[in-house]
């Protein structure tokens, strides 16, 4: 009732989990544009609380956007994740919706039960639906009775329409020959830049200053990000592929592999002189090096560093971008090209705002 008479039908109770790198670009995102939406849409979208590793904030209507870091920064409440959920997640208020911008693990574990209890999900946070495929099936199972909303386009391309254009082909009945391209913004950026004039460790730490690594290089030079990327697309085409089914060229040194993060950044130089011969032995030859991944619907799953021919259409993309080509019984002989900037924290908070905005629409908001 009290929803009814005081509360536009479209508020929805928001908790932002993970204000870093895309968190806080998405924070900055709704500050600018919430005024707009609430005016022009009677879209209330109320930041409720925002939680990171240590410590969370809380507020019982709205967190004022404008001012949001300064008082996250000054909260002296400590992290709990049920006790966040718990104040999220109000009766009186129509909808509510976790955002989850981390790389955890941790979080995603609670996915399932979130669904279950009628919360919504929006996420760029691949662990979920590239884990254990129990219990990917488990989050299905969760989403439809709770029915709740989960979605997370951003898992794949950032901003990219890359699984709904997946799912579109799907359900429309069209039949997925393959799928394959370049899948990360990381790795394209890298070898975009790398010609041998700077070493490949400088261009990784460039990268990774530039925030468009995960928080650990290795989840990107290791493959296992493009990885868990074919297997979200494969679980949309309906393969019950897991990480152990795709075959991995790993970028990362063997020696490297357990180190702590500083030192991995700190140790990569000594490995350039091994990544110069193979960039020469590629031009040699009148290629370039890319680093690619595909599926087919066969469940074959590949991912590492090729060489290409010069001309090759995945070749010559901009910086970040991703490309991707689908091979279809409808777009057999021309196939389908989703192509753009595919990582950094503008075009990835972009792709989870986006998302909230299509949950929204969903919930009957007319935008």
């Known amino acids: 009732m009290h929803a009814g008479l005081y509360l536009s039908p479209h508020t929805l109770s928001i908790g932002v989990i993970g204000p870093g790198t895309v968190g806080r670009v998405l924070l900055d995102q709704l500050a600018a544009q919430n005024e707009h939406l609430r005016r022009q849409f009677r879209l209330d979208l109320r930041v409720r609380g925002i939680m990171g590793a240590s410590r969370m ?21 400590a992290a709990d994740i049920e006790r966040f959920v718990e104040h999220v997640r109000l009766d009186y208020l129509p909808h509510t919706v976790l955002v989850d911008c981390t790389a955890s693990e941790g979080v995603a574990a609670h996915y399932a039960d979130w669904l279950a209890a009628g919360i919504h999900i929006v996420t760029p946070n691949k662990k979920a639906n590239s884990g254990d495929y129990a219990y990917y099936q488990r989050l299905q199972g969760a989403r439809r009775s709770g029915a709740s909303h989960y979605l997370y386009e951003a898992t794949v391309g950032a901003g990219l ?11 429309t009945g069209d039949e997925i020959s393959s799928i394959e391209g370049i899948f990360s913004g990381t790795l394209a950026y890298l070898f975009n830049l790398y ?7 400088a261009i990784v ?16 030079l290791s493959g296992q990000d493009v990885a868990r990327k074919l297997i979200i697309l494969g679980r949309e085409m309906g393969l019950p592929l897991e990480l152990k089914d795709v075959k991995i060229e790993s970028l990362v040194p063997a020696e490297l592999a357990a180190d702590n993060i500083e030192e991995f950044m700190a140790h990569l130089p000594r ?8 960039l020469s032995a590629a031009r040699a030859r009148g290629n370039v090096l890319r680093y690619t991944g595909k599926l087919t619907a066969a469940g074959d799953a590949t991912v590492g560093l090729q060489e290409l021919e010069a001309k090759h259409p995945f070749a010559n993309i901009a910086l970040t971008d991703n490309v ?17 900037p595919g990582a950094g924290p503008e075009v990835t908070a972009g792709g989870v705002f986006a998302d909230l905005l299509r949950l929204a629409a969903y919930l009957g908001a007319r935008l």
């Not at 991707?324 to 753009?340: E, H």
């Open 195 to 201: 010609d041998g004039g700077r070493g490949f460790a």
């Open 324 to 340: 991707v080509r689908f091979a279809t019984r409808r777009y057999r002989d021309n196939p389908l090209i989703v192509q753009g």
């Open 57 to 77: 904030l809380l507020a019982d209507a709205n967190i004022p956007m404008h001012d949001w870091r300064t008082q996250y920064q000054q909260s002296t409440r």
């Open 161 to 171: 329409p890359i699984v709904q254009t997946l799912r579109d082909l799907v359900q």
């Open 271 to 278: 490995h350039d002189v091994a990544m110069a011969r193979r």
């Open 205 to 220: 730490h460039d990268a990774r200053q530039r925030g468009f690594t995960e928080p650990d290089p290795r989840d990107d």
